[in-house]
């Protein structure tokens, strides 16, 4: 049996071929995007992933990104972060790196989710300044809305804590340096674990056949 039976043929022929030395402005096609989309939401290992955006040529700073640690608050409490939360942290991370790509960017910040699992350790640890907090909240009521995990009868997260919407212009200032602190720490962790050399199929190969090769929890790193 194939083991990489569930990788489209076209996707992996697409990423082996890379960019063409008579057009190096090659890049991914919208389907192939498409098709990593896909991919992502069949629960992919994010180390397969990683390794197809090296065979595609990505950025080495999307490919670290993608596949660094979760960044969470240093708590006693780090087993209380819902596997959901986990999830979805590497989810919205490879669709933010894919909008990049489109876009012909490399960002600065990390995502809400992102934001959302490493503030919800540190409200466990000690009362927050309120900025922190609306940020907590406007960061919480994305997620719960994107990742459909509000109860059936609320539109928003602040009708469940009895609270007023919060905009973004509140806490844009706030989100950007602590998002921009986690994706800097959780590219640089994945610098140090070797991560942005050339990779071949042998290696995404490798991975898929044998999931031993990936931790079953996502590896944790402390922001400080």
């Not at 670290?64 to 979805?88: I, N």
């Not at 898929?208 to 990936?214: E, F, H, K």
Request: proline residues 5%; negative net charge.
């Amino acid at each position: 049996m194939d083991q990489l039976s569930f990788i489209p043929e076209e996707l992996v022929r697409t990423l082996q071929q890379g960019k063409d030395a008579a057009n190096p402005d090659t890049r991914c096609s919208s389907s192939t995007l498409e098709m990593l989309r896909l991919l992502a939401s069949l629960d992919v290992p994010k180390e397969l992933l990683a390794c197809m955006l090296e065979m595609a040529e990505f950025s080495i700073h999307h490919v670290r990104y993608l596949v660094g640690p979760l960044v969470l608050h240093r708590s006693l409490w780090g087993d209380a972060t819902p596997g959901w939360l986990k999830v979805a942290c590497v989810q919205d991370r490879f669709e933010l790196i894919l909008s990049e790509y489109e876009q012909e960017q490399v960002g600065d910040y990390a995502t809400p989710t992102e934001v959302l699992a490493y503030m919800m350790l540190a409200t466990m640890e000690a009362p927050m300044h309120r900025n922190y907090v609306d940020l907590y909240l406007w960061s919480g009521n994305e997620v719960m809305k994107k990742h459909n995990r509000l109860p059936e009868n609320a539109t928003s997260f602040y009708e469940l804590i009895g609270g007023h919407p919060i905009e973004f212009s509140t806490v844009k200032n706030d989100f950007q340096d602590l998002s921009r602190s986690i994706r800097r720490s959780v590219v640089k962790h994945a610098a140090q674990q070797g991560w942005g050399k050339r990779r071949n199929r042998k290696k995404a190969e490798a991975i898929s056949v044998d999931p031993a090769q990936v931790s079953d929890q996502p590896e944790q790193v402390s922001l400080f």
